[in-house]
Structure formats: C-alpha cells, structure tokens
DNA sequence: CCGCCGCCTGTAACCGGTTACATAGTCAGG
DNA sequence: CCTGACTATGTAACCGGTTACAGGCGGCGG
C-alpha cells in the first residue's frame, strides 16, 4: 500500500516527542508520562506501527531466536524433535530458526556461520561433524547445544539413553522365558547403531552370562531385517528372540520370520527400537524415545544459558520407555 | 574465549583497509585489487571473522528468511510440510523461521507482528482467522502465502485439492462394483472436512446419480470411524463401501466392521484420505496429499514475488493421487 | 603537457531501533 | 532563596553491516 511502513521516526514525529520517549513508552519502560505513553499509543496505532525486529536485534545484541542445523530426518523423527523445540521455544518467549538437509559436513558448516548476527544460540544434530569439525564450524561467542553427537566435546550435549533402551529390552526378554538372543544391528558408523550394539552385549553379558552374543548386521531398514533374518534361517541358528536396532528392522524380521513359517512371536520373540507409530498397531514390544522431550530440553538448556545461568556443558541423557506389547509374550507361565 | 568476535571493523584495521573495501571484498563485489582482497581475506581468516547477518539484513533491508506460522500440526501433517518448505527455502538460499503452535486468533496475530523485520515473507496456515482478521494480523507490506486457509482473500494461497480426492475415490469404487457408498465425513467447520463432505455429494452426483448420497458425522479420529460404523450398523443400513474423510476414521471403521462380524474388505469397500504411513501397512485405498509438495510450492512461490516476479495472488491447488490397496477389491470381474 | 577516463579506495550516511548522558522543570528541605 | 533530588524528555552515539559519493592515481590520446 504505502510505500514503506512506519518506523519509530514516523511515530514520534506524529506524537510530537523524540524517538527516545517513544521507545520508552512502547516498551512499558522507565518513567513516561501517563499522557505522553497515550499520545505515543495512539498515533502508533493509528500509523499501523509494528516494530522492526531486526533493528532491536541489532542494537540490543539479543535476537531471541535460536538457530537449529539438522540432518536429513525422516518423518516422526524429525517432526517430533520439532515440535518439542518449538513448545518451549514458544513458552520461553523465543523463535526457531530452521536449517535442516545437510548433505555433508561443508554445508553443515556454511549453514551454522550464516546463524551468526541471527540466533542467540544453537541447536546441531551433525552426525557428519566431529567435535573438532565442529568446533571449527561453529561460530565463535555463539553457545550451542549439540544432540545426538558423538562427543560433545566442550559442549552441552543431549542423547537419547541407548544403553537403558537396549537393557530394559534386554531385561525384559529374558525375564520372560528367553535365552538366545540375537541382535540385529544398526549401519556400523552410526552413533546409535554403535551404542545399541555395544549395549546388547552388556546387557546380555549382564542378564544372561552364559550365553554368547550372537549379532548379524543390519542398516535400520526394511529389508535389512528382512535379510538378517533370512541369513540366520540360513544357517540354522537357534534363537528364541530377536533384539532388532530399530522398530523399522523389526517389523522387516516379523514378517521375514512369518513368511518363513516361524512361529513369531510364539517361537522367537521380537524387539523394536523408536516405538514409531506403526509399531502400536502391529503390537511390537519396543522402548519408546521421548524426543518430543529431548528436544523441549535441549532448547531449556540453550535459554538457561543464554539467560545468565551456568552453563553445565554436560551430556545429559533422555531415557527411553519400555513399552511391551505382544511379540514378547511370556513363556515363564506356562 | 575473546570477549565479543570480530566485527568487518576489526578486519579492515588488520587488513589497513576502510571497511568499504572489506565490504566489497568479502562479497566478491565491484572492483577490489586482487591483493588487497587476498589481504582482506587473510585477515578474516586468522580473526575468524563471520558476517553478521543481522546487520547485513538490516542494511539491505532483506534478510533472506521466510516465516512459517503454522497451528498446532501432528506428526506427519506437519513434518512433510516442513520437510518440503524447508527443502525449497535451502535450494532457493531462504531460511526458514518457525512459529508453531497458536491457540487462539490473538497469539497467531502476534506470532505474525513479532515477525516483522526478521523475515521477508510469511507463509501461514492459520484455520482460526478468518480473511479481514488475517489481513489486520499480517504486518504491512510483507507478502505473504496462505495454506489451507478458507478465503485467501487477496492474496496467494495454497490448497489440498480435496474435490479432486474425492472424485477419484467414488470414481474408482463405482468403477469397481460399489453402489451404496456412505461418507464418514469430518468434524463440521473444518475446512477440509467441509469440502471433502461436499465434494462427496458431487461425486455421487456425477458417478452413481440413482443412490442417495448418504453421510455419517465423524471427528478425523479413529473412535470417530468405530462410532460412525457403529451407528450405520445399530440402524441396520446396507451399503458396501465407506468413504471416510481421513484415513484415521478408515482404520477404525475397518476395525469395528470386522469385529461386528461384517466381511470387510468383501463386502464393505473402505477408503480413507492423506495416505498416512500406517495405510500401506493395512492395505487401505486412499489418496495421498503431498504435502511436502504443498510446502515446497508455497515457498517457491513467496520467494518469486520477493525477487520481483509478479505476485499472483491467485489459488493454487495440489492434487492428490488416488492409492488403490486391498480395501477396495475389484467386484466387476468376478 | 593537459585533460579525461577507469580503476581502486576511503569517508560517511544510512538501515531502525536502544540507551547513556545531558537538560529542563518541579518541588521539598534547610 | 538556594540546593539537591527526582521526573520527564531530548540529543546523539551505537549495534555491524552496505553503498552513494568523492577523490587519488596512473595511463593514454590529443
């Protein structure tokens, strides 16, 4: 409509005051005349006033938003760490400012510099980076809150708890009848797949010792399920549970198992990882992630320190939910 | 570390420069000697300089960034948006600003002012304003897209082509043998559920002119489908197909069939609408939204008109595409 | 030798706010 | 009546960039 809109000159000049006062009276601050704030209200109404965020960016060195550099998610996944980022972002008063797809570390790292003079802190999910890649990468003065990374290095990190996750699994098989287990692993070079592996054999070696640890690679996909069951039937293992890095494996093993003929869940019992959707409806025991609270968390950490208080740039570490359905039924009642 | 990190200031002293020269150095501008510029750039090297986009933007007035006020999505819903914005605004050198989450009118209207000067365009999927309040809630002279919205109004807007889905659902069980459909339909005053239910009577008007067109209200919940079914069963109705107004009802209409004993998918057709991932995993007949489309298109747009193409300002509707499963089995060809 | 032109660079204004500091006015206490 | 404190307001610097404008300088044609 108008050419440009209204600046706090514009006001002020209509309220017949100083840029100052109007300042002052529209951000309720110091002492304004009751008469002199009403006068400023009103011919910023009447202007159409709407202050530039920007500007008070710049010159207050605050700009209450914080920048967030994630990979390529899939779904649920990302939405729900989203979402969760973007509850207690809103009820601390703050923006989210989105980066997401970052195809290799470069770009990763172009994208955190092109946060700096626009968020106050950030939030890095970079499988890609290494601590010192990303400590390069990150913009100097800018706190950050890493997730999901390896080593956290001098920063606060959050991770989701693979070791519980898998032990609780782990517990709860055996407590219910079942003694050769077998893992199906995540991609080797994923953080998770790599804890969840090394968390199966703790946990078997500390929930049934006197069995070996038995784990076939996988890739946390469909078929990779799929195929790590076909590669056992192949060579005539015996198991009575399979412990799959993933909800998404899992499901490929059940079908895998049932169209083989196996009795799933009766002969071999089976566990998930992520409590995705699907899994309720197909009755996959499995622990549930609670990233919807990782990320709510990992934003609280950020404000905490962005707003004066210590920052603890510790690892803290969110704990999965068992959530048993019916492929582990138990077989210790008989 | 370093109390606050290096200003284009602190470069150009390094350098022995005028900060014009860093300015124009740095951004590969106008005329720079090739070794002043290696200068400059040595300097911004060792002092770890990083530009400060807030200024940049305030300067240039630009800030390359585009605002997203969207409600309270779940899951799917909101992630593919996001995923296709999000994919579009990287391409296109955008970030992307989120808001999510509004209750009421009031807090979206904020949400919207409290953008201004921090993004160039907004894109907002706001179901509680309607046209003029929109209008009044969107800061002067920032151009915006509107999803979903039930009246664009004067501006750009992007829509689910929910006629288009429906059509093709009746089409293809009129096609396959089905006579006496019956619409679940969605919680009234819901824009899509609104459309979907008229679009319904359309179709019926068009395919199958000698039925009636029968509907049952829902609420895009599962408990929503088990109810509907409930009732058309309790009145002892004949029909032999439903077409649900999302594929949340679908599932819990399939479910409550089969456990009142009524072959389905035999003798009742089902079909929902979105294509949530659940639906592959159940077989159900459905269309499928593309969503991440929608989102991409909606930036795609919004970033043309900020580079000065003409601004449309006209509805653009994206087509679903009709997904045949097994809940609707071919009946012509027995 | 002069003037002009093109290349390179510097100075300073500007974007739109906030805020330290100065100042004018009012009122009470001594 | 003077002084000090306090309130209300204005002036101008500043945040960190971009860029219009003004030179300075060297080369070249006349």
Same mark, same amino acid.
């Given at each position: 409509?108008?050419?440009?809109? @209204?600046?706090?000159?514009?006001?002020?000049?209509?309220?017949?005051?100083?840029?100052?006062?109007?300042?002052?009276?529209?951000?309720?601050?110091?002492?304004?005349?009751?008469?002199?704030?009403?006068?400023?209200? @009103?011919?910023?109404?009447?202007?159409?006033?709407?202050?530039?965020?920007?500007?008070?960016?710049?010159?207050?060195?605050?700009?209450?938003?914080?920048?967030?550099?994630?990979?390529?998610?899939?779904?649920?996944?990302?939405? $729900?760490?989203?979402?969760?980022?973007?509850? $207690?972002?809103?009820?601390?008063?703050?923006?989210?400012?989105?980066?997401?797809?970052?195809?290799?570390?470069?770009?990763?790292?172009?994208?955190?510099?092109?946060?700096?003079?626009?968020?106050?802190?950030?939030?890095?999910?970079?499988?890609?980076?290494?601590?010192?890649?990303?400590?390069?990468? #990150?913009?100097?003065?800018?706190?950050?809150?890493?997730?999901?990374?390896?080593?956290?290095?001098?920063?606060?990190?959050?991770?989701?708890?693979?070791?519980?996750?898998?032990?609780?699994?782990?517990?709860?098989?055996?407590?219910?009848?079942?003694?050769?287990?077998?893992?199906?692993?995540?991609? @080797?070079?994923?953080?998770?797949?790599? $804890?969840?592996?090394?968390?199966?054999?703790?946990?078997?070696?500390?929930?049934?010792?006197?069995?070996?640890?038995?784990?076939?690679?996988?890739?946390?996909?469909?078929?990779?399920?799929?195929?790590?069951?076909?590669? #056992?039937?192949?060579?005539?293992?015996?198991?009575?549970?399979?412990? @799959?890095?993933?909800?998404?494996?899992?499901?490929?093993?059940?079908?895998?198992?049932?169209?083989?003929?196996?009795?799933?869940?009766?002969?071999?019992?089976?566990?998930?990882?992520?409590?995705?959707?699907?899994?309720?409806?197909?009755?996959?025991?499995?622990?549930?992630?609670?990233?919807?609270?990782?990320?709510?968390?990992?934003?609280?950490?950020?404000?905490?320190?962005?707003?004066?208080?210590?920052?603890?740039?510790?690892? $803290?570490?969110?704990?999965?939910?068992?959530?048993?359905?019916?492929?582990?039924?138990?077989?210790?009642?008989?």
């Amino acid at each position: 409509m108008k050419g440009r809109s @209204a600046t706090i000159r514009d006001v002020a000049r209509h309220a017949a005051v100083s840029v100052a006062s109007v300042s002052r009276a529209l951000n309720g601050l110091n002492s304004v005349h009751p008469e002199t704030r009403a006068r400023v209200v @009103a011919s910023a109404k009447t202007l159409g006033y709407v202050p530039h965020a920007g500007a008070r960016s710049l010159s207050m060195a605050r700009t209450h938003a914080i920048g967030v550099v994630l990979p390529d998610l899939h779904g649920e996944f990302f939405s $729900e760490i989203v979402r969760g980022m973007d509850r $207690e972002t809103g009820a601390r008063g703050y923006h989210l400012l989105l980066s997401n797809m970052h195809a290799d570390a470069e770009l990763a790292a172009q994208a955190m510099r092109s946060m700096r003079g626009r968020v106050d802190g950030l939030i890095v999910m970079a499988p890609q980076l290494d601590a010192t890649g990303l400590d390069e990468a #990150l913009p100097p003065g800018v706190p950050a809150v890493l997730v999901n990374a390896r080593d956290p290095g001098g920063h606060a990190g959050m991770r989701i708890d693979n070791a519980a996750g898998i032990d609780a699994l782990v517990a709860h098989l055996v407590g219910s009848g079942r003694r050769d287990l077998v893992h199906i692993a995540g991609p @080797a070079g994923n953080i998770d797949g790599d $804890e969840r592996r090394a968390s199966f054999a703790a946990a078997m070696a500390r929930h049934a010792p006197d069995r070996p640890v038995r784990i076939v690679a996988g890739n946390f996909r469909e078929e990779g399920g799929q195929q790590a069951v076909a590669a #056992l039937l192949r060579e005539d293992a015996a198991f009575d549970a399979i412990v @799959a890095a993933n909800d998404m494996m899992a499901l490929g093993a059940l079908t895998a198992l049932r169209t083989a003929g196996v009795d799933a869940p009766g002969a071999v019992a089976v566990t998930g990882f992520d409590d995705i959707p699907l899994a309720r409806y197909l009755g996959l025991t499995t622990v549930r992630l609670h990233l919807a609270e990782m990320g709510a968390r990992a934003v609280a950490r950020l404000v905490d320190t962005l707003e004066g208080a210590e920052d603890a740039r510790t690892l $803290e570490l969110v704990t999965p939910e068992l959530v048993v359905r019916t492929t582990t039924p138990d077989r210790t009642s008989p």
